[in-house]
């Protein structure tokens, strides 16, 4: 008997997967089929087909199990059931939808835990790198077919393969970068899953994967675990559990917090739903330093407003600060018990922050004084230079045109695009640490030191090193994509620099050539954004061989620096 049930179900599965292959072809093909039958009796039989084999899954596997308890699975099997069902009602291509991602779902369980013994997930575990690679790169291709979809569109037609990459891309990693107008060219749905691509972004894809595993009952190797302190910018001290739980609970609380604040000013220009709508889109867009918004000129009408110009350089501060940091400030003050001061990690990010941030402010504030903000009252001018000082540290919002700024204002956004945020943030950049690093050994080389110190703690050798391999690893990644750039590009040397530290830097603002960029063009930046987001050190040690070093030390020789 179990024998033919195990044979039913595999035969259920194998039925899943084609009508799963025929919902996706149903979803993409709307005009061709719509002019050859009714597309909406197509669309309703493809959804009663997906839930009729679910149901009947769900009840084979009923009967399958072993025991009292009814698994995971299966719970979650019924919930989607039921989910779809009530969808089916007010519209079946949903229904489609959610199947799609519950296929998805046990596709990716199948390959990465079922087939060849599981292999794969193994091979995974022990190259994190990799899988980060790897990771981003599915993401990017699930965005991809998603936003290419004609629901996505608000024209119903296919969004073309390079600009649903660009802005599938731009949205993982949290760039804000766009080819395509987001509030105007895409839809609900399709802003919708611009959205997604943004919290997963900002969380990160080994955090969601590690919580993917998890929730699989698999374990996590001690390799992994490192890569995620590194990742998250913590130490081995901090439970991997705690940590990825907190980081959970920090996001959903600052994005809601975020939300209400900017309701009360949304609620006031638009109908409450629509401001609900704004509200939690720009919360979690700014959160997580990517720079997207529904409005097609960002939030330059909302330049003089106190509770836009602060509350968004808030979320954007937050962001960028990293995960650990906050959760380190949370414990300095209202755990004192346990924790009776900050990490040095900690104390870094923060002066080096607010160090960029007073430099950023007091620059805009001369500069652009008599150019963009002509005219403005001291308080819109306060509240304009602060924002501009924020932003270009991987948010890429602007109250601003950043088209007009002048020289000096340009080059000091592209300073600031290139630092970026913090190790652990939701942004991108060299990072604060990294910039720490290398002003903390001038001052050492100045004062005579051999040692580099700072707040009565030594830096390793090692962070020197990484320091300054990052940097030049970013500026050669930088010089090779703008020389391709300025080849197969019409645009001024300014404007190709400025998009492409925007792009590595994770950051969104542009000089407006991003809609006019060719195709090659297009996929240089989006590159670029790839490169940004994940680090060009994760590159380099995800591709690096390993070899087995000697004892084997050679004799030191000095050569002339400088």
């Known amino acids: ?11 259920l599965e194998i039925l899943a997967y084609l009508i799963a292959l025929w919902s996706l072809l149903v979803l993409f093909l709307e005009p061709v089929i719509s002019y050859y039958t009714d597309y909406v009796k197509v669309v309703n039989y493809t959804a009663g087909a997906n839930l009729l ?42 229904v489609i939808f959610l199947l799609l991602i519950r296929q998805t779902y046990y596709f990716l369980q199948f390959i990465l835990f079922r087939f060849s013994e599981g292999k794969i997930y193994l091979w995974l575990s022990t190259n994190p790198p990799v899988t980060l690679l790897l990771s981003f790169l599915l993401v990017i291709f699930i965005g991809t077919i998603l936003l290419m979809l004609p629901v996505s569109s608000t024209y119903n037609r296919v969004t073309p393969f390079i600009d649903a990459l660009f802005t599938a891309t731009s949205a993982t990693c949290v760039t804000g970068l766009t080819v395509l107008p987001t509030g105007s060219h895409f839809s609900l749905f399709g802003q919708i899953i611009i959205l997604l691509l943004i919290q997963i972004g900002g969380l990160g894809i080994m955090t969601l994967s590690i919580a993917f595993a998890l929730l699989l009952g698999r374990s996590i190797n001690l390799k992994l675990k490192n890569v995620i302190y590194q990742v998250m910018g913590g130490s081995a001290r901090i439970n991997i559990f705690q940590l990825l739980k907190s980081i959970v609970i920090v996001t959903a609380i600052i994005e809601a917090l975020g939300a209400i604040i900017l309701l009360c000013k949304f609620a006031q220009d638009f109908p409450i739903q629509q401001a609900i709508y704004y509200s939690i889109f720009h919360s979690i867009s700014a959160f997580c330093n990517a720079g997207f918004s529904p409005f097609d000129s960002s939030l330059m009408m909302y330049s003089n407003s106190i509770i836009i110009s602060l509350g968004i350089p808030l979320l954007i501060f937050l962001g960028g600060l990293g995960f650990t940091v906050i959760l380190d400030i949370y414990s300095y003050f209202f755990k004192p018990q346990k924790v009776r001061k900050l990490s040095l990690h900690s104390k870094i990010v923060l002066t080096t922050t607010a160090i960029l941030i007073i430099a950023g402010f007091l620059v805009f504030f001369i500069l652009e004084y008599n ?64 910039l720490a690093v290398l002003a903390l050994a001038i001052i050492s080389m100045f004062k005579g030191k051999k040692d580099i110190s700072v707040f009565k703690r030594r830096i390793p050798d090692n962070n020197f090193r990484e320091a300054s391999g990052l940097v ?55 590159l670029l954004m790839y490169i940004g987001r994940l680090g060009p050190l994760t590159l380099i040690y995800a591709f690096a061989k390993k070899r087995k070093y000697s004892n084997i030390n050679y004799s030191e020789e000095s050569i002339a620096i400088g």
């Open 472 to 526: 030049l690893l970013a500026a050669t990644f930088i010089f090779i994509i703008v020389m391709i750039l300025m080849i197969v590009e019409p645009f001024s040397f300014e404007d190709i620099i400025f998009e492409a530290i925007s792009a590595f830097g994770t950051v969104g603002l542009s000089r407006g050539i991003t809609p006019f960029l060719s195709s090659p063009g297009k996929i240089l930046i989006t």
């Open 1 to 11: 008997m179990n024998k033919t049930l195990q044979q039913v179900l595999t035969v």
């Open 371 to 434: 150019n963009t903000m002509k005219g403005f009252s001291f308080k819109h001018r306060f509240l304009s230079s602060l924002f501009q000082s924020i932003t270009p540290r991987t948010a890429g919002f602007n109250t601003i045109d950043t088209g007009l700024l002048t020289k000096s204002s340009v080059l000091m956004t592209m300073v600031l695009m290139f630092i970026g945020a913090s190790p652990g943030s939701t942004g991108g950049g060299i990072k604060t640490t990294t």
């Open 53 to 94: 084999l679910l149901a009947l899954a769900i009840i084979n596997r009923l009967l399958l199990k072993e025991g009292k308890g009814i698994s995971g699975a299966i719970i979650f099997d019924i919930i989607m059931l039921v989910v779809g069902l009530i969808i089916f009602v007010y519209n079946a291509k949903f």
